[in-house]
T-cell receptor, first 114, second 113 residues
Framework: AQSVAQPEDQVNVAEGNPLTVKCTYSVSGNPYLFWYVQYPNRGLQFLLK??????LVKGSYGFEAEFNKSQTSFHLKKPSALVSDSALYFCAVRADTGGFKTIFGAGTRLFVKA | SQTIHQWPATLVQPVGSPLSLECTVEGTSNPNLYWYRQAAGRGLQLLFYSVGIGQISSEVPQNLSASRPQDRQFILSSKKLLLSDSGFYLCAWSVSGRGNIQYFGAGTRLSVL
C-alpha cells in the first residue's frame, strides 16, 4: 500500500533563512513524487515532481526537493524563505506500476516570519 | 491552455437537502477527473475518480455520489446532506502518463447546518 508521512504539522522559519519541509513515503515499485502548495481557501498548486533521473529537482518559486531512495524521503527545500511562502504544503506519491490514485500527505503548515 | 472551473465557491445547505457540485475542464480531452474532500484545512481524502465518461470509482463509502455525463464534466451529488458532509471540496484533473500531475480547481466550501 502507498503512504506518505509529513512528520511536522507546522514549520516556523524566519524570512531569509533556509527552510525544509519533510516528507517520507512508502510505495510498491518506483515512486513518482510531488509537492503541492495551497494558499488559504484555494486549490492546490503543483510545485515540482520527481519521476526519474537527477535526485535534486528544481521547481517553481525557488523551491527544490531531494529524492533519497535509501531513506525513502523527498524533502522540500528553499535556500531563503519569503513571507509569501507561508502556506500549506503537501507531499504526494504515486507508484509507477500503473493506476491513477495519488496519495497525499496530511500537509505541513509553513509560517515565515518577517 | 487548460483550465478547470468549479462552482459554486461557497454553499450553505440545511441537513437533509440535496447537493450538486459541478466541475468542468477546458483545453484537454479525456482527462482523469477527481473529487477530494479536505477537512479542517488539512489532508485530502479522495472521494471519487473517473478515467472516462460514465466510469466512476468510489474510494470511500458515504452518502455522496459522482457522475461524469460528458468528457470534461464531473459532478458530485448527494440526495440528503449530513452535518459531516461539511468541508472543502476540490475537483482535479490529470492526463495519463508518467507523472500524472493533478491540476486543482479553486474549491467549494460547503457548510451543512
Amino acid at each position: 500500500a502507498q503512504s506518505v508521512a509529513q512528520p511536522e504539522d507546522q514549520v516556523n522559519v524566519a524570512e531569509g533563512n533556509p527552510l525544509t519541509v519533510k516528507c517520507t513515503y512508502s510505495v510498491s515499485g518506483n515512486p513518482y513524487l510531488f509537492w503541492y502548495v495551497q494558499y488559504p481557501n484555494r486549490g492546490l498548486q503543483f510545485l515540482l515532481k520527481y519521476i526519474t533521473g537527477d535526485n535534486l529537482v528544481k521547481g517553481s518559486y525557488g523551491f527544490e526537493a531531494e529524492f533519497n531512495k535509501s531513506q525513502t524521503s523527498f524533502h522540500l527545500k528553499k535556500p531563503s524563505a519569503l513571507v509569501s511562502d507561508s502556506a500549506l504544503y503537501f507531499c504526494a506519491v504515486r507508484a509507477d506500476t500503473g493506476g491513477f490514485k495519488t496519495i497525499f500527505g496530511a500537509g505541513t503548515r509553513l509560517f515565515v516570519k518577517a | 491552455s487548460q483550465t478547470i472551473h468549479q462552482w459554486p465557491a461557497t454553499l450553505v445547505q440545511p441537513v437533509g437537502s440535496p447537493l450538486s457540485l459541478e466541475c468542468t475542464v477546458e483545453g484537454t480531452s479525456n482527462p482523469n477527473l477527481y473529487w477530494y474532500r479536505q477537512a479542517a484545512g488539512r489532508g485530502l481524502q479522495l472521494l471519487f475518480y473517473s478515467v472516462g465518461i460514465g466510469q466512476i470509482s468510489s474510494e470511500v463509502p458515504q452518502n455522496l455520489s459522482a457522475s461524469r455525463p460528458q468528457d470534461r464534466q464531473f459532478i458530485l451529488s448527494s440526495k440528503k446532506l449530513l452535518l459531516s458532509d461539511s468541508g472543502f471540496y476540490l475537483c482535479a484533473w490529470s492526463v495519463s502518463g508518467r507523472g500524472n500531475i493533478q491540476y486543482f480547481g479553486a474549491g467549494t466550501r460547503l457548510s451543512v447546518l
